[in-house]
C-alpha cells in the first residue's frame, strides 16, 4: 500500500488561511495531505502545539504566516520566525528528519504559492515513510 | 493514636533525595515522635521479602524516589504501590525521569557500548555487556533486566503527591510531611510546593524588558546580580518551573535548570521553556536568530533536563 503522510498544517487567519482558500476557488490542484488548523496567527502557534502534533500521530508538520513585515498584528509572524528554528533544533536532536516540520510564509494573494509548498512537503515527508511514535512505543523492554 | 508507618525507597536515582530527607533538620525527631518507618533500604535493615510479607495497604505513606529504569525498579514500584495507602513521587526523577531521564536520548544498546566498551577507563577485552541470566559454577546468577526507555514513577503505577525538586529543598518535603501528620491532605495529584507559580515569583532579582543578542553558558560571563539572568542571555529556566522552591539558584547567580517540573496547566516543560527563551530573542533578520540559536548548544538538555520522560514524545528516535 502506498503510504499517503499525515501533515497537520497551521495557517494563520489573515494571509495564509486566505491563500489556501484561494487556491482552493481558484480550483489548484493540490495535494489532500495537510490538514489545516486556522489560527488567529502563526505567533499563536506554541511548540507544544507541533510536538503534541508528532505525538498524535503526525507525519509532518507545516507553519504557514504571513510575510515579515505583513503580520496583521505587527510582529506575531517575527515571534514564530524565532521559535520556529529553536525548535526545529531541539527535535532534529530527537530524531526527527529535519523536512518534517517547515514554516513558511504565504499572503493572501499566493494561491498558487500556498500549493507548491503543500507539494513540496507533501513530497518530501513521503520519501521520509511514517513517523513512528515513540510515546506510543515506549514500553518497557 | 496508632503511629503512621512510612516507608521510603529508592531507584534510578542518586541518592541525593535521602540527603534531602534528612535536611529537615531537627523536624525529624517530630518524625519519629508520629511515625515508625518500616522500609529505608539507605539507614535500615528491612528486606524485600519483609515488605512482601505486608499485608496490601498496609503502610501509610511511601516516598519513592528515583525514576523506573529497570526490572527490579519496575517491580517495587508496583509492589509498593500494592502495600501503600498514599504513594508520593519524590524528587525530579520519580516526578519527570530527572538526569537520568535524559537516557532516553539513548538506547540500552548505545548506553551499554559507551558505558561497558567505549569509556577510555574501560578494559574489557571479551568485551563483556551484563546479561540478565549468566550461568557459573556455583548455579545461575541473575541480574534485573535494563531497559530502553526510562519512565517516571506516574507511568509505571498510579500515584498520589508529588513533591518536586533536585532534591527537594527542606520546606517543601516538611510542606507535605505535615499535611501527612495532620491528616491535611490536598486533592489527589497535587503537586506540593509553596508557590504554586513559576519561581521567577520567588525571585527578586530585576526584571525589565527582555531582549538577547547573544546566549551565554554559565562559564562565560559573570552575570550583574540584581539583573534578571534570562536578560542577561543565560538560559534560565525559572520562566517555565514551578516555584516554591525560592529561587536558591538564581539568587547565586546560576540560572534555573527547571528542577521542580512545569507549572500547573503546561504538559510539556521543555517546549514551553524553548518558547520562552525563543521569544526573547532580539532580532527580525532569519540569519542573526540562526546565529542567536546556534549558541545555543544542547536544546534537549537544556529544555528537558529533568522531564525528558515525562515530555510528550517522551525519548529521541534512534535511527
Known amino acids: 500500500m502506498n503510504f499517503e503522510p499525515k501533515i497537520v498544517g497551521f495557517c494563520c487567519n489573515w494571509c495564509s488561511y486566505r491563500g489556501a482558500d484561494l487556491a482552493g476557488t481558484a480550483r489548484m490542484k493540490c495535494s489532500p495531505n495537510v490538514r489545516i488548523i486556522r489560527v488567529m496567527c502563526s505567533g499563536r502557534v506554541e511548540p507544544t502545539f507541533v510536538v503534541k502534533a508528532f505525538e498524535l500521530g503526525a507525519d509532518g508538520v507545516l507553519v504557514l504566516g504571513c ?3 505583513d503580520c496583521h498584528y505587527s510582529e506575531g509572524n517575527y515571534k514564530t520566525m524565532r ?8 527535535l532534529a536532536q530527537m530524531g526527527i528528519e529535519e523536512e518534517r516540520v517547515r514554516l513558511d510564509w504565504v499572503s493572501a494573494s ?3 504559492r500556498f500549493v507548491s509548498i503543500v507539494d513540496d512537503m507533501t513530497a518530501k515527508v513521503r520519501a521520509l515513510g511514517p513517523f513512528k511514535n515513540n510515546s506510543k512505543e515506549a514500553k518497557h523492554g | 493514636m496508632a503511629k503512621l508507618k512510612l516507608a521510603l525507597y529508592w531507584a534510578s536515582s542518586c541518592g541525593g533525595c535521602e540527603i534531602a530527607q534528612l535536611q529537615i533538620g531537627d523536624k525529624i525527631l517530630k518524625l519519629a515522635e508520629v511515625a515508625d518507618i518500616v522500609f529505608w533500604p539507605v539507614a535500615i535493615d528491612a528486606k524485600y521479602k519483609d515488605v512482601e510479607a ?3 495497604k498496609s503502610i501509610d505513606v511511601c516516598l519513592f524516589n528515583g525514576a523506573i529504569r529497570t526490572s527490579e525498579q519496575e517491580h517495587m514500584a508496583k509492589m509498593l504501590r500494592e502495600k501503600s495507602k498514599v504513594l508520593i513521587a519524590y524528587g525530579a526523577c520519580a516526578y519527570g525521569g530527572g538526569i537520568p531521564g535524559l537516557g532516553n536520548m539513548f538506547n540500552r ?3 551499554f557500548e559507551r558505558a561497558y566498551l567505549e569509556t577510555p577507563s574501560t578494559d574489557n577485552k571479551e568485551k563483556v555487556l551484563p546479561q540478565t541470566k549468566c550461568k557459573v559454577p556455583e548455579g545461575e546468577l541473575t541480574l534485573p533486566e535494563f531497559y530502553d526507555t526510562v519512565k517516571t514513577l506516574g507511568q509505571t503505577v498510579d500515584i498520589d503527591y508529588v513533591i518536586p525538586g533536585c532534591p527537594p529543598e527542606a520546606r517543601t518535603t516538611w510542606l507535605a510531611l505535615e499535611a501527612l501528620i495532620e491528616g491535611k491532605l490536598p486533592p489527589k495529584g497535587t503537586v506540593i510546593t509553596h508557590n504554586a507559580k513559576a519561581v521567577c515569583d520567588d525571585c527578586p532579582k530585576k526584571r525589565d524588558v527582555k531582549k538577547v543578542k547573544k546566549f551565554y553558558r554559565t562559564f562565560e560571563i559573570m552575570p550583574d546580580p540584581e539583573i534578571c539572568l534570562l536578560e542577561q542571555g543565560l538560559l534560565c529556566a525559572g520562566i517555565a518551573t514551578r516555584g516554591g522552591c525560592e529561587a536558591p539558584c538564581p539568587q547565586a547567580n546560576m540560572p534555573c535548570t527547571g528542577c521542580y517540573g512545569p507549572v500547573d496547566g503546561v504538559i510539556d516543560q521543555g517546549a514551553h521553556f524553548l518558547s520562552a527563551v525563543a521569544s526573547v530573542i532580539d532580532s527580525n533578520d532569519p540569519d542573526e536568530i540562526q546565529r542567536i540559536i546556534d549558541g545555543i548548544y544542547d536544546p534537549v538538555g ?3 533536563r529533568y522531564s525528558l520522560p515525562d515530555s510528550l514524545l517522551r525519548r529521541a528516535k534512534i535511527k
Do not use: V
Not at chain 1, 521559535?83 to 531541539?90: E, G
Open chain 2, 302 to 304: 537544556t529544555f528537558y
Open chain 2, 54 to 56: 505486608m499485608p496490601e
Open chain 2, 109 to 111: 544498546e548505545l548506553i
Open chain 1, 83 to 90: 521559535r520556529m528554528p529553536l525548535l526545529k533544533k531541539m
Open chain 1, 110 to 112: 499566493e494561491g498558487d
Open chain 1, 67 to 69: 510575510h515579515a513585515g
